[in-house]
């Protein structure tokens, strides 16, 4: 499968070395200073974007979706929501994977959250604290804010307020990402903590993204989509 990475960070960097070890994997091209600037620019046509950079590098997607409509992998955090209705429509037309964190381990415990969520919101108050490197520029990340959507979820204290849940983010050195949700009850609390050790693990979800997307019909899908489906597709084996 032919890709193009929209930025050459840390991340791009990790990315294009891990497919270039795999044989059924080719980068054709870099967005990014130094490199093409333009995806129209690469010599060959790209069959999947995936794009590790920074918002502000959205409208060079979004020309290259004006020629011609290219499968996505959003790995991306920060778009506003013109972009996100953007991303949307191009659903309509392209597979494309886009999710706030590409770890499995964050993906397995933004479901088990979104299992419990009616209990929690009734016996718990919830608090969230994130950490991350400090060339990371968004704050609060998107993980962060996705599991608070999540704790916060349709179900109501029992009271019937949606209880305001609080998000600390800290900036330190080289961090990868660290995520904990603290859950508060009465005479009880629930720590849970999610480390990432490398940025391979999300290099690994980005990948598992990659490989799927031949097999995905138009519509916008998440980590948890992509888990669901790889696991049915093993119990059919």
């Known amino acids: 499968m032919k890709i193009v990475?929209?930025?050459y960070g840390t991340m791009g960097h990790l990315l294009l070395s891990r497919i270039e070890e795999k044989e059924d994997l080719q980068c054709v091209g870099l967005i990014a200073s130094s490199y093409y600037q333009e995806i129209s620019e690469l010599p060959q046509h790209p069959e999947v974007i995936v794009d590790v950079s920074h918002p502000d590098n959205f409208v060079k997607i979004e020309r290259a979706m004006q020629h011609q409509p290219i499968p996505l992998v959003?790995?991306?955090t920060g778009y506003n929501e013109s972009q996100k209705n953007t991303i949307e429509d191009w659903a309509r037309q392209v597979p494309i994977v886009m999710t706030s964190n590409f770890s499995i381990g964050m993906t397995i415990i933004n479901?088990?959250?979104k299992t419990c969520q009616r209990e929690i919101a009734q016996y718990f108050d919830c608090d969230i604290l994130e950490i991350h490197h400090e060339q990371k520029k968004d704050k609060p990340s998107g993980s962060a804010l996705m599991l608070k959507k999540t704790l916060q979820g349709p179900a109501t204290d029992r009271y019937g307020y949606q209880k305001p849940i609080s998000v600390?983010?800290?900036r330190?050195?080289?961090?990868a990402g660290e995520h904990t949700v603290i859950l508060c009850g009465d005479h009880e609390q629930i720590t849970i903590?999610?480390?990432a050790d490398s940025r391979e693990i999300f290099v690994r979800g980005i990948l598992e993204a990659v490989e799927a997307i031949p097999y995905l019909k138009p519509g916008l899908f998440s980590m948890e989509d992509l888990l669901a489906q790889r696991f049915l597709q093993r119990r059919q084996l």
């Open 5 to 7: 990475i929209v930025g």
């Open 74 to 76: 959003l790995a991306t």
């Open 111 to 113: 479901k088990m959250l």
């Open 168 to 170: 600390t983010s800290l």
């Open 172 to 175: 330190h050195r080289q961090i």
């Open 193 to 195: 903590t999610h480390t």
